[in-house]
């Protein structure tokens, strides 16, 4: 194995390899679509401490043409302790033949799932952001209703982000919170805050489908997109609007959501997500969104400075609009727990 | 609120006020109009058919050092047309508040929920209940106390320290929707030599594991919750005293979450109340997420309600089960309904209620709530309350 093959974020590919292989190497999850094509490494208490994805062969990437990437550091280096040379070695030849089984598939499914990886990957790293966001609701005969909401997101490397959404306006709603913690396997937690009250409230996790603030995003639309709640399946490339484009279907994994299927175009170059058609549970076409204004924030993460969902069975739209967007401001996890709920203004 | 207790906080009001007002806190608040109108003509013939009230709740908040301190005021004020009693003031918060990574402080006036349930509130009990609002025992008396929070990796620890006690509001004779005697609230008993100057304190854990919320507390000190002894005020007439025992009150709240389940539970022991009891609310709320082909969801709450002291219990709800539907619209107008039915498994009386909202405008919200009690007898917990059939409009304006 060569390392033009390898992607890797700290650069010490094989030196980080041949540690994770070192750690005894097994126990994959239950195999779902969804996660097919990561190994998780365990050392050996059976603590989890890697994971490589396989991301099947896909040239058009750009430079580098990223087979393997290894997205977690081992946690505890120091106190891995490393086996046997031939466990070692065997470690090492069970995860790369897994992972030329995988590159070798190539099926849609395979590319799909690579593409909205790969999306990931380049988004996460953030650790934290903030921005400000205008809602505005039309309904069908083009009347506007404004609302103003502040969002606060900490990245957590191994489960979903955890957000925070504080409401302004509508000025009843003033002092109002939502914080959730997104979960890649099972649902999301949520809790409102009720500030006449003062009482935090839980939500049913199985609240996906339903109106956010009576705009046409549901919550599972503003929720942490994470990998794991899709399937997927890659269709075609596209030209939209002259920007070259992977267009990828992807079908919820949660029972509880509003659509059957999703239809996502990623622009090639930074697999930015532009435009999705949401399909309802009658697998009609029920929604669109379109994205725009993108801006690179650290020169790294790309924001979206507008979003716009149409219901096409309503004719009601919402536009968002993002401005305020600061990233790595210091916020931690004690800024999303219970108690921070209380105190946002 | 006494004259003592006036003194004490008008200074402690003016400081601040002067203190921070300038200092460019975020000032909003609502300003709200209430009127309500009993179709029933009243059981004393003090009360009246109506009423109207005005109701300033303006809030001051102010935060320095990026969050990490910050200082809320919350004074409150009701004009009432009809029930001196229910014309009161009162400060909701007046608090410092510290916050650290692992730690919380706060010095000042609070208002703390604790539970989960809906139908009733059986083990927050930080808060005095300020009943003269409104008699579902949702509004709450500020309360002064020394709050610590310890965040740790195994829930949250929090102690309360509470120097001063508050006394119950109860309608006055003018007012409806009270026990057919009226409460001498000039004229409280109390256990404790020191009355209400009493330091009582609670410390509670609470976590999050999975889909379950904990809550564990320990509160000791002056009842919220006073017996009401049948006496005779200084002129001579009969009335109710208020008698606050001091108690000891163990209470655990618990919440599971699964698709549309929410199922919930609260439990509490009290002792130094006659002899030790417990009580416990329980049940579930299942939502249906995007009912009539439309973004609405419905929700079917069940509770059902046990105190071991039976017909003696000092709450209504001592075999109580309350089944209703939440219907909300998650349209722009932010619409919601809420009606339900209390009814007493051996009595058979039957409360009555429906909650509703909606936005009017940018700014303006109008809220309507109606109760109606059925089968109550003359004997009941409630009897008071049996010809007080109401339907009250609020429309808010907030700033």
């Known amino acids: 194995m060569?390392?033009?093959?390898?992607?890797?974020?700290?650069?010490?590919?094989?030196?980080?390899?041949?540690?994770?292989?070192?750690?005894?190497?097994?126990?994959?999850?239950?195999?779902?679509?969804?996660?097919?094509?990561?190994?998780?490494?365990?050392?050996?208490?059976?603590?989890?401490?890697?994971?490589?994805?396989?991301?099947?062969?896909?040239?058009q990437f750009g430079p580098g043409a990223p087979t393997l990437y290894l997205e977690r550091r081992p946690r505890r280096t120091r106190r891995v302790r490393v086996a046997s040379p031939a466990r070692a070695a065997f470690g090492l030849l069970a995860a790369l033949t897994g992972l030329a089984a995988a590159a070798a598939a190539q099926s849609p499914e395979d590319r799909g799932l690579a593409i909205a990886l790969e999306a990931e990957r380049r988004d996460s790293g953030f650790n934290d952001f903030t921005a400000e966001l205008?809602?505005?609701?039309?309904?069908?005969?083009?009347?506007?209703?404004?609302?103003?909401?502040?969002?606060?997101?900490?990245?957590?490397?191994?489960?979903?982000?955890?957000?925070?959404?504080?409401?302004?306006?509508?000025?009843?709603?003033?002092?109002?919170?939502?914080?959730?913690?997104?979960?890649?396997?099972?649902?999301?937690?949520?809790?409102?805050?009720?500030?006449?009250?003062?009482?935090?409230?839980?939500?049913?996790?199985?609240?996906?489908?339903?109106?956010?603030?009576?705009?046409?995003?549901?919550?599972?639309?503003?929720?942490?997109?994470e990998v794991e709640k899709y399937t997927y399946r890659y269709l075609r490339e596209e030209l939209l609007d002259s920007v070259r484009t992977y267009v990828v279907e992807r079908y919820p994994v949660d029972r509880n959501s509003g659509y059957t299927r999703e239809v996502v175009w990623y622009d090639c170059t930074e697999f930015r997500v532009l435009k999705i058609e949401y399909y309802d549970r009658k697998t009609e076409l029920l929604k669109t969104l379109a994205v725009n204004g993108y801006r690179q924030y650290l020169g790294r993460f790309w924001r979206a400075g507008e979003m716009h969902m149409v219901n096409h069975q309503t004719g009601k739209s919402t536009t968002l609009l993002f401005s305020e967007y600061r990233f790595r401001t210091g916020l931690g996890a004690r800024d999303f727990d219970r108690n921070s709920l209380r105190r946002v203004r | 609120m006494t004259r003592q207790c006036l003194r004490i906080l008008s200074p402690v009001v003016a400081v601040a006020?002067?203190?921070?007002?300038?200092?460019?806190?975020?000032?909003s608040g609502r300003a709200t109009v209430e009127s309500r109108v009993f179709p029933r003509s009243p059981l004393l013939d003090t009360q009246h058919r109506s009423d109207l009230s005005l109701i300033l709740e303006p809030e001051l908040y102010l935060e320095l050092a990026r969050g990490r301190h910050s200082f809320l005021f919350e004074p409150f004020l009701r004009l009432d047309l009809?029930?001196?009693?229910?014309?009161?003031?009162?400060?909701?918060?007046?608090?410092?508040?510290?916050?650290?990574?692992?730690?919380?402080?706060?010095?000042?006036?609070?208002?703390?929920?604790?539970?989960?349930?809906?139908?009733?509130?059986?083990?927050?009990?930080?808060?005095?209940?300020?009943?003269?609002?409104?008699?579902?025992?949702?509004?709450?008396?500020?309360?002064?106390?020394?709050?610590?929070?310890?965040?740790?990796?195994?829930?949250?620890?929090?102690?309360?320290?509470?120097?001063?006690?508050r006394e119950r509001t109860f309608p006055g004779a003018e007012g409806r929707l009270r026990f057919p005697l009226p409460v001498a609230t000039d004229s409280a008993a109390y256990q404790s030599g020191a009355r209400r100057r009493h330091v009582d304190w609670a410390v509670r854990w609470s976590h999050t594991i999975g889909a379950w919320d904990l809550g564990l507390a320990h509160f000791s000190g002056t009842s919220r919750e006073p017996r009401l002894v049948p006496g005779k005020d200084r002129s001579g007439s009969a009335v109710l005293i208020p008698h606050y025992d001091l108690i000891h009150q163990t209470s655990l709240d618990a919440l599971w979450t699964k698709g549309g389940w929410v199922w919930k539970l609260e439990a509490m022991t009290r002792s130094g109340q006659g002899s030790r009891f417990a009580a416990f609310t329980g049940g579930f709320e299942y939502t249906l997420f995007g009912v009539l082909g439309t973004g609405a969801d419905l929700g079917i709450l069940a509770e059902y309600s046990h105190d071991t002291r039976g017909v003696?219990?000092?709450?209504?709800?001592?075999?109580?089960?309350?089944?209703?539907?939440?219907?909300?619209?998650?349209?722009?107008?932010?619409?919601?309904?809420?009606?339900?039915?209390?009814?007493?498994?051996?009595?058979?009386?039957?409360?009555?209620?429906?909650?509703?909202?909606?936005?009017?405008?940018?700014?303006?919200?109008?809220?309507?709530?109606?109760?109606?009690?059925?089968?109550?007898?003359?004997?009941?917990?409630?009897?008071?309350?049996?010809?007080?059939?109401?339907?009250?409009?609020?429309?808010?304006?907030?700033?």
């Open chain 1, 2 to 59: 060569r390392e033009s093959c390898l992607h890797m974020s700290d650069g010490r590919a094989l030196a980080s390899i041949a540690r994770c292989a070192a750690a005894r190497f097994g126990r994959t999850p239950p195999v779902t679509n969804a996660r097919r094509s990561r190994v998780w490494l365990f050392n050996e208490r059976g603590d989890r401490v890697g994971v490589i994805v396989s991301a099947g062969v896909q040239p």
């Open chain 2, 82 to 165: 009809r029930d001196g009693r229910r014309t009161h003031w009162d400060v909701r918060a007046l608090a410092w508040r510290m916050t650290a990574r692992s730690w919380e402080l706060q010095l000042g006036i609070r208002k703390v929920f604790w539970g989960v349930v809906e139908s009733q509130h059986l083990v927050d009990i930080v808060n005095q209940t300020d009943l003269v609002e409104n008699p579902d025992g949702e509004d709450k008396l500020g309360q002064l106390m020394v709050y610590v929070a310890l965040i740790r990796s195994w829930g949250t620890v929090e102690f309360y320290l509470l120097p001063w006690f």
């Open chain 2, 17 to 27: 006020v002067i203190v921070v007002a300038p200092a460019a806190g975020q000032v």
């Open chain 1, 134 to 225: 205008t809602m505005i609701l039309r309904n069908r005969h083009g009347q506007e209703s404004t609302r103003e909401i502040r969002i606060r997101t900490l990245e957590v490397p191994e489960d979903g982000d955890k957000s925070l959404i504080i409401f302004d306006r509508p000025r009843d709603v003033k002092g109002t919170a939502l914080l959730t913690y997104g979960h890649r396997v099972g649902a999301d937690d949520q809790w409102l805050y009720l500030p006449a009250l003062r009482r935090v409230k839980r939500i049913a996790s199985g609240n996906k489908s339903g109106p956010f603030m009576g705009s046409e995003f549901a919550y599972e639309d503003i929720s942490s997109q």
């Open chain 2, 312 to 399: 003696e219990a000092t709450t209504p709800f001592n075999d109580d089960l309350f089944l209703g539907g939440r219907l909300v619209l998650n349209d722009v107008q932010s619409s919601d309904i809420l009606v339900g039915a209390m009814i007493d498994r051996n009595t058979r009386a039957t409360l009555l209620l429906l909650e509703a909202s909606r936005r009017l405008s940018d700014g303006w919200t109008l809220a309507v709530e109606a109760r109606a009690f059925a089968g109550v007898g003359g004997s009941d917990f409630l009897a008071g309350l049996r010809k007080d059939h109401y339907l009250q409009i609020q429309v808010a304006w907030h700033f």
